[in-house]
Structures are given as C-alpha cells and as structure tokens.
DNA sequence: TCCATTTTGTGAACTAATTCACAAGGGTCT
DNA sequence: AGACCCTTGTGAATTAGTTCACAAAATGGA
C-alpha cells in the first residue's frame, strides 16, 4: 500500500497531525479536509489524496474524527513509538537542541550526547553524561540509538559519519553544511539554515527587480 | 527570463555555488557539469538545465570556469551584496544562531537582536546591544532590516509577525512550529526540525516492515 | 421513506520537474 | 587544416505531483 510516497506529502502529513492535536484540545472532534488544508495552507483535494494513499479514514458527508485520524497518522509517521536519539557534538546548536523540549513531546528522547572536547566529556547534562567520541560505538550500541543527530563541525562529518552508519545506525539528521554521503538504506535529512537564507535571497532578489 | 524558478532549482544552486567555493579554494579553474553534479548529490542534465535557466556559463568540451560562474550564481541568489538581519528572540536557539559566523561569511549580519524578557535587553552581544521587542519598529526601520530571524515561542509569533510585516520587512525565516500567515510580496522560510526527525521517522518505519 | 445537503475517495486531466538524447561548439594533437 | 574528443545547451520524452470533478456514502429533516 505505501510505495512511492514523496517527500512532500510527508511533510504535509505531519501538518495535519499538529493542527489535529491542536484541534483536538480545544474539544472538536471531527474535521473536514477543507478545514484541515485552510488551517495547513494547502488545498481539500490534497488532504485527501494524501490521506488515500494510505487508506480510508473519513466519513462521506461528516469529515474526519479526530482522535482517530490522528492515531492513523502517528502510525503511519512511526510517532506511536519513542525514537532513540544521540546527540553527536555538545556545542552551541547541540546545547539548545538538547534543551529543547519540543523533541521529547513528539517521542525523540536524546539518551547520549558525544563531543570530542575534553573538557565536555564528563559533564551532567540532565540525565545525560558527555560520552567521548572516542567510545562513539560503544554508547551507541549501549544505549540501542536509531538516530543520530550531527552537530558538528562539516570537517569532523566524514569521519564520524562512516562510525555511526558502521555500527548500524540508519537515521540521521544533519546540522553541518556537508553532502552526506551515505549506503542506501540509511536515510539522511539536512537542517541547512544558511541554504535557507540563501533561498530567501533569492526570492527577494527577484521581486526587487520588477 | 527568470520566471517559474522551482524551490528545488534554488537549492540546487546554493549547493553549486558551495561546491565551486570549495573547489576554487583547491585552485581547480574548470569543471563540468558531471563533477558538479556529483559532488552535489544530482545528474549533470540537472545541473546544465538549472543553469540553463539563467544563461550560458558553460564552454563546450571544457566546462564552467569556476570564478566566473561562482560569480553568476552569487548574482542570481542576491549573494553579491550584505543582507541585514534582525534576530527576534535571543534564547536558546537564537543565541546559538548569533554566535554562528557561517551567517556572516555568506553576507548575512545580524544589525540588531530583539527580546522580550527585560533581563536580557541592554545586555551587549559582540558590536549589539539587545533591545526591547517594544521598539520593533524603530529598530527594524532604524537598522534598515531586510530579514527577520524567528526565534521565539510559537504563541508569540502572530503578534510580533503582523507588527514586522507592517514595518515593511519581506523576507522571514522561521524557527517556531507555526504556519506563517503573509500578504502574497513577503517570503517566508521555516526551519522545522521536528519535521525532519518526523521525516526520518516515517523512513525509518517504512523500510523496517520490508 | 425520500429528498436535500454535505463531504469523502478517486480516476482523469493537467501542470511541474526531471531525464534523455543529440546537434553544435570548442579544444587539442598531428 | 582535418580528425577526434569532450561537454554544453536544449527540445522532446518521461515521470512525478497537483488539481479537477463527480459518483458514492452518510446524515438529518420533512
Ligand atoms: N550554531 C549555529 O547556529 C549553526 C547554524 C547552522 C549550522 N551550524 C552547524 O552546526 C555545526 C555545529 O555548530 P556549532 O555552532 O554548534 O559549533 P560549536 O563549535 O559550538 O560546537 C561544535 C561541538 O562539536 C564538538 N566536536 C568537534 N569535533 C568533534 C568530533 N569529531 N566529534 C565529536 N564532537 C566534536 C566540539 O567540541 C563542540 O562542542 C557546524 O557544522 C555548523 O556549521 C550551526
Ligand atoms: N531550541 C531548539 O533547539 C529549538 C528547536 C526547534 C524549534 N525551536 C523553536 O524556536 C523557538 C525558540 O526556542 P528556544 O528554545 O530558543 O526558546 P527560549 O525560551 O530559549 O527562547 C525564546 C526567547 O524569546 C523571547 N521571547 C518570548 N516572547 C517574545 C516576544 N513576544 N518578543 C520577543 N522575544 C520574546 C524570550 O525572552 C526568550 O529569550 C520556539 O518557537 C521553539 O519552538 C527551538
């Protein structure tokens, strides 16, 4: 049932899983796809074509029951579960990520933190001891990570990039402004903030000129 | 001859404009469109039609000079010139963003940080004082902003939105989990990481059933 | 029960993006 | 100069993604 699905519809699917959550607190409980693509900033067809790939979730004439819908989604999303995460590198982005309660509230539990600084390692973060990168493997296995996020410098990426996918780790979300070069069943998604101001250049570049 | 530019050409070219910044550094002069598009991850019909768009920067079985075309693309991204940031929200996040010199490197300065938290204005960050989110608007007119950074608590953002859209800034990068809702001449960027760890969720589910 | 109304689910039509494939241009070696 | 590579630039073909449009439920009121 769930080949092909693109990047993008995954996208909006964990919109309409924020704004069911949202919506869900404020005590409704059933929702048509055109409130859920006003409120998502995309169309009713899309919502529902989205939605189709994966099976029939509404009621004709009704909408779609909330609760329930956003049960779907979680599964469908593999946010029915608690994800595993290591944090590698404890500086200024790995720190406010760390922080960051908004990971933990959607199921990732950062349950190690690496740095190569010796003065890092050792340190009490919460619940968590600073790892040295040195025992990367060790502590991956250890602590059973599914994902790994990289929060350090582009030059140190390489390298501990291959550990990571060594040791069997097929997730990865990359703070550092490198191609990741990975085998193909490890996924890899980019956080690229200067991409995206690049791209914001552009756009206001262009309407500048006309 | 620049309409109907795609996001995804966007991107593709930041990532040009990297790896021939790179190159360059190494003292290669030339490269063909099949080297580029194999550091960047893409297929070198890719990279001639996404350039094709703006011109011909190519020489026939020679490749693209790289100083030449790094310079094109710096021109089609609106990178030939400094862009003027103001930074909303000095917490966690937004501390780390200020402290980060990749922004600066590629033309982007942060002129000005504004909080809300009476703690923390008047305190001096580098060459910037922190104001108070009260005098947005004369900062952000007095500072000559082009570009709003995001970073404070998603309830607070539609309020402080509509009053940086009102002062005449078009261009905003987002980091709160919120939709952004603007007039049709300002562009907004978003930074979701938790949607990307949801990417990678729904990744990870989908091959574990194989 | 029947009719009016609402909203889903989904093929078909359309639009956008990528890949193919090749003629034309440019370089080099003899 | 001519033969031989190499690589661009770009229409055409293909593939992917979105929007349209409507029959098929489901509900509620007369
Ligand atoms: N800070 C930002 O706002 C920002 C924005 C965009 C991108 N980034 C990227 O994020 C990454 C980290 O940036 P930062 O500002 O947090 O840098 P930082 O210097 O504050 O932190 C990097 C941390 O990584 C550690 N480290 C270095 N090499 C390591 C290794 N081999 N193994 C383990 N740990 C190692 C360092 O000890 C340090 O604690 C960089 O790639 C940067 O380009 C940062
Ligand atoms: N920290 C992270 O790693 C992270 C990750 C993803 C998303 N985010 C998002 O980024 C935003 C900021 O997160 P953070 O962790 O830095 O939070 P934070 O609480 O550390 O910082 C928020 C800052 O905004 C200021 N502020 C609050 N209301 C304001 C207002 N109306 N005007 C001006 N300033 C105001 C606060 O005083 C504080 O300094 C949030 O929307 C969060 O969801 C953060």
Do not use: C
């Amino acid at each position: 049932m769930r080949r092909n699905i693109s990047e993008s519809t995954v996208r909006r699917l964990s919109f309409y899983l924020r704004i069911l959550e949202k919506v869900e607190a404020v005590g409704i409980d059933t929702l048509s796809s055109e409130k859920l693509a006003q409120r998502t900033g995309t169309t009713a067809a899309q919502v529902r074509k989205d939605l189709s790939l994966f099976g029939s979730f509404g009621k004709r004439g009704l909408g779609y029951a909330i609760p329930q819908l956003a049960s779907e989604l979680r599964e469908i999303l593999g946010l029915d579960r608690t994800w595993r995460v290591a944090l590698v590198g404890g500086g200024r982005i790995g720190s406010a990520l760390f922080e960051y309660s908004g990971f933990r509230k959607r199921g990732f539990e950062i349950v190690a933190v690496l740095d190569a600084d010796s003065s890092k390692v050792g340190q009490r973060w919460g619940k968590v001891v600073l790892s040295d990168i040195a025992d990367l493997e060790k502590v991956l296995t250890a602590e059973s990570v599914d994902i790994v996020i990289l929060t350090i410098p582009a030059e140190s990426v390489p390298d501990v990039l291959d550990r990571v996918v060594a040791v069997g780790v097929r997730g990865i979300l990359n703070y550092a402004p490198v191609q990741l070069r990975v085998p193909g069943d490890v996924t890899v998604k980019d956080v690229n903030m200067v991409l995206e101001l690049e791209a914001l250049s552009f756009a206001l570049s262009q309407t500048k000129g006309e």
